[in-house]
């Protein structure tokens, strides 16, 4: 299926379902990222061309960019995309930042938690808290 899919011009797969034929999908230039392994085929369904899709709770729209690893999936909008180089570098730069702040061991976690969230504001990131799943 992945050679398939890659020879009509897809360039990579996202399921919430599981892949099959691991070796086999290693030898071609086709990232795929899944839920697991199956043993059998999944069907191909094609609904429409560039319409949203929702896949594991994500909605990937038509020229979102899709950012994978082994630690999962984002989007991105392509609004978004010409802000990426100057926002991953400060990203990076609080990261390393944050990181030093969190390894102190002279500090209780109010402390970390505070600074944190004084680095986040320094670095003009806006505070997520997730309670139960739900952003606030």
């Known amino acids: 299926m992945a050679k398939t899919l890659a020879v009509v011009g897809c360039k990579g797969l996202v399921t919430n379902g599981g892949v099959r034929d691991l070796a086999g999908l290693m030898t071609i230039p086709f990232p795929a990222y899944c839920t697991g392994r199956t043993i059998h085929h999944g069907p191909l369904r094609f609904r429409a061309a560039k319409e949203p899709v929702e896949v594991g709770g994500?909605?990937?729209r038509h020229g979102d960019v899709?950012?994978?690893d082994g630690g999962g999936?984002?989007?991105i909008p392509l609004s978004c995309v010409r802000e990426l180089p100057s926002?991953?570098?400060r990203m990076l730069a609080f990261e390393r930042e944050?990181?030093?702040?969190?390894?102190r061991t002279d500090l209780r976690v109010s402390a970390k938690h505070k600074g944190v969230q004084e680095l986040l504001a320094?670095?003009?990131f806006k505070q997520v808290?997730?309670?139960d799943g739900k952003v606030e």
């Open 98 to 103: 944050a990181h030093l702040l969190l390894r």
């Open 66 to 68: 899709v950012h994978a």
């Open 58 to 60: 994500i909605t990937v």
């Open 87 to 89: 926002q991953a570098v």
């Open 129 to 131: 808290c997730l309670t």
């Open 122 to 124: 320094s670095y003009g």
């Open 73 to 75: 999936v984002i989007t």
